[in-house]
């Protein structure tokens, strides 16, 4: 990535953007119980300055909006002492962040797969599970 952005100049229509991401291993199979992130809103706001970041998202439903505050971590900081041009001239402070947690969870894949493939024909599916 370093040596993109030196380069940038150089390189038209070529941009770096930085953002978050969460990694879900099964995806659609477990969708129902992980559900979703999305942008803050207006009664989310809780004073957390990462909350007004423009792209910004948090959960929504499911396992997502439980845990949440584990998921996200905790943004770090850093202080930069900049010349008249923009460019970087020192950095003062810098207090890193940590990685939100993993969330593990016990569920069975192979039962989860095996009825996301049954019920993926349906149009309106519903499915229970019982252990007798």
């Not at 797969?113 to 229970?128: L, N, P, Q």
């Amino acid at each position: 990535m370093a040596r993109i952005e030196v380069a940038i100049p150089e390189l038209a229509g070529i941009a770096i953007e930085q953002g978050m991401i969460r990694d879900y291993p099964y995806g659609a199979t477990v969708a129902h119980v992980l559900g979703y992130v999305a942008a803050v809103s207006e009664k989310e706001l809780t004073g957390d300055p990462l909350l007004e970041l423009p792209d910004f998202r948090i959960g929504k439903s499911g396992i997502e909006k439980s845990r949440d505050l584990s998921l996200r971590g905790i943004a770090g900081t850093s202080e930069i002492e900049v010349n008249a041009y923009g460019r970087v001239w020192r950095e003062i402070t810098n207090r890193p962040g940590q990685p939100g947690q993993d969330a593990v969870l016990g569920l069975d894949m192979a039962m989860q797969d095996f009825v996301t493939r049954r019920c993926a024909s349906g149009a309106s599916v519903s499915c229970v599970l019982l252990d007798a």
